[in-house]
């Protein structure tokens, strides 16, 4: 594959993962019990697992000499710990955000707002990335530089249809939460009782 389609393997690889990460982690918690101390064990397995991919991997990498060690600027450090909090941060809502659609769903099925929060996620998230992406425009050494650089009208048209979506979404939790009419009951067409024939001596 040419490398200037390689980006779009590894965007479809990062959907893949996120587009998982919801139902697996809304399960895991559920089989660890569900309750608070259960959530919390599970963002600690999350932490385990960012931790071995995140920081055992690319100091193996570093150590072993197959990549350099880049540049240690502050700005840098900084920001690149910024995003790894956010990430985290991100994860760790999302196993709040199961459990409390645990709660809240209706009684005796726990599940059934399940399929409503990564969608809900994913159609936030870029909307905020887009806003931030078009006015934040940091330098090298400055990272405090905002101006506007509008995309194509076309990214904006996308992003209301992601807006759009979150409302279907959100208005497809209340339909699914507002209960079917049942037809009226058919009662049966009474018919007049039986009479005996009378009998004349």
Same mark, same amino acid.
């Given at each position: 594959?040419?490398?200037?389609?390689?980006?779009?393997?590894?965007?479809?690889?990062?959907?893949?993962?996120?587009?998982?990460?919801?139902?697996?982690?809304?399960?895991?918690?559920?089989?660890?019990?569900?309750?608070?101390?259960?959530?919390?064990?599970?963002?600690?397995?999350?932490?385990?697992?960012?931790?071995?991919?995140?920081?055992?991997?690319?100091?193996?990498?570093?150590?072993?000499?197959?990549?350099?060690?880049?540049?240690?600027?502050?700005?840098?450090?900084?920001?690149?710990?910024?995003?790894? /909090?956010?990430?985290?941060?991100?994860?760790?809502?999302?196993?709040?955000?199961? @459990?409390? *659609? &645990? $709660?809240?769903? #209706? !009684?005796?099925?726990?599940?059934?707002?399940?399929?409503?929060?990564?969608?809900?996620?994913?159609?936030?998230?870029?909307?905020?990335?887009?806003?931030?992406?078009?006015?934040?425009?940091?330098?090298?050494?400055?990272?405090?530089?905002?101006?506007?650089?509008?995309?194509?009208?076309?990214?904006?048209?996308?992003?209301?249809?992601?807006?759009?979506?979150?409302?279907?979404?959100?208005? /497809?939790?209340?339909?699914?939460?507002?209960?079917?009419?049942?037809?009226?009951? @058919?009662? *049966? &067409? $009474?018919?007049? #009782? !039986?009479?005996?024939?009378?009998?004349?001596?």
């Amino acid at each position: 594959m040419a490398d200037k389609h390689l980006w779009l393997v590894y965007v479809a690889l990062a959907g893949l993962s996120w587009g998982t990460y919801v139902p697996m982690i809304f399960y895991g918690g559920n089989e660890l019990g569900g309750r608070p101390n259960a959530r919390l064990m599970a963002i600690l397995c999350v932490g385990l697992a960012y931790f071995l991919i995140g920081v055992v991997f690319p100091l193996a990498m570093f150590l072993t000499g197959q990549y350099p060690w880049p540049a240690l600027k502050m700005t840098g450090l900084v920001f690149s710990g910024l995003a790894g /909090a956010a990430g985290a941060l991100g994860a760790i809502c999302v196993i709040f955000a199961t @459990q409390s *659609a &645990r $709660a809240a769903a #209706p !009684a005796g099925n726990p599940d059934a707002y399940r399929v409503y929060i990564a969608p809900l996620i994913f159609a936030l998230a870029p909307v905020i990335n887009t806003l931030v992406s078009t006015f934040w425009h940091p330098r090298a050494g400055e990272w405090f530089h905002f101006e506007r650089k509008a995309p194509h009208p076309l990214l904006w048209l996308g992003i209301i249809l992601v807006a759009a979506g979150a409302g279907l979404v959100l208005y /497809a939790k209340e339909l699914s939460e507002t209960p079917t009419p049942q037809p009226p009951a @058919q009662t *049966a &067409r $009474a018919e007049p #009782p !039986a009479t005996t024939p009378e009998v004349r001596p």
